[in-house]
C-alpha cells in the first residue's frame, strides 16, 4: 500500500505541464538544480557511495533495497511521462527514484541519516519548468538549457545551499527577466 508521501509526490509528478515549459534558462532552475547536486553529494558521502553518480544512481535502493513505490504508481507515472510528456530517458529515470524516494522518506532507515530530503528540490525544478536530457555527443548534461559535465555526486556535496523559498527563486528570476 502507497503511503501519503508517495501520493503526493506521484500527484506533483503527474500535475507536471511538459507541453508548455518555459524552455527559457531562469537563474531559480540552476539554482534548484544545483541544490539537488548537493543533496546527493551529502547523500552519496552519508552512503559511503563514492560512485554514484546524481542521475544514475537509485539512491533509495541504497537506503532501503527492499521498498520501492507500488508498481501501479510506478506504471503510471512511467507512462504518462513518456506518452504526454515526452520526456527523456534520463528525466523518467530520476523521477521513477523521486518517486521510490517518497515510498521511502519516513523509513527509519532514511530518518537516522537526518539529511535533507534529496529529491525535493528537483520537483521544485520540474514544477517551476526545468527539464533534463544529455548530449551523448558532447557528454554534457542539458540542465534546462544549461550545458555541463556532470561529475559524480559526492563532488557536489560543498555546493552553497540553496533555500526552497519560492519568494526567493522569483527574485532570482525577476532579477535576470530585468536584464
Known amino acids: 500500500m502507497?503511503?501519503?508521501?508517495?501520493?503526493?509526490?506521484l500527484n506533483r509528478i503527474l500535475r507536471l505541464d511538459w507541453q508548455?515549459?518555459?524552455?527559457?534558462?531562469?537563474?531559480?532552475l540552476e539554482a534548484l538544480f544545483s541544490e539537488f547536486l548537493r543533496r546527493t553529494g551529502v547523500w552519496a558521502i552519508a552512503l559511503n557511495r563514492a560512485d554514484a553518480h546524481p542521475i544514475a544512481t537509485d539512491f533509495p535502493a541504497h537506503v532501503v533495497p527492499t521498498v520501492r513505490a507500488t508498481p501501479v504508481n510506478a506504471t503510471l507515472m512511467q507512462q504518462t511521462l513518456r506518452t504526454l510528456g515526452h520526456t527523456s530517458v534520463y528525466e523518467r529515470m530520476v523521477l521513477t527514484h523521486a518517486l521510490n524516494w517518497a515510498a521511502i522518506a519516513d523509513d527509519e532507515a532514511v530518518l537516522g541519516y537526518n539529511l535533507p530530503d534529496l529529491y525535493e528540490p528537483l520537483l521544485w525544478f520540474y514544477e517551476r519548468g526545468g527539464w533534463l536530457y544529455k548530449n551523448d555527443a558532447d557528454n554534457l548534461w542539458g540542465i534546462a538549457g544549461l550545458e555541463i559535465p556532470l561529475e559524480r555526486a559526492f563532488t557536489y556535496s560543498k555546493n552553497e545551499e540553496v533555500a526552497l523559498d519560492s519568494d526567493l527563486l522569483d527574485a532570482l528570476d525577476v532579477e535576470y527577466a530585468g536584464q
Do not use: L, M, V, W
Not at 2 to 9: G, K, L, M, V
Not at 20 to 28: G, I, L
Open 2 to 9: 502507497a503511503s501519503q508521501r508517495e501520493i503526493d509526490t
Open 20 to 28: 508548455h515549459q518555459q524552455r527559457k534558462a531562469f537563474p531559480s
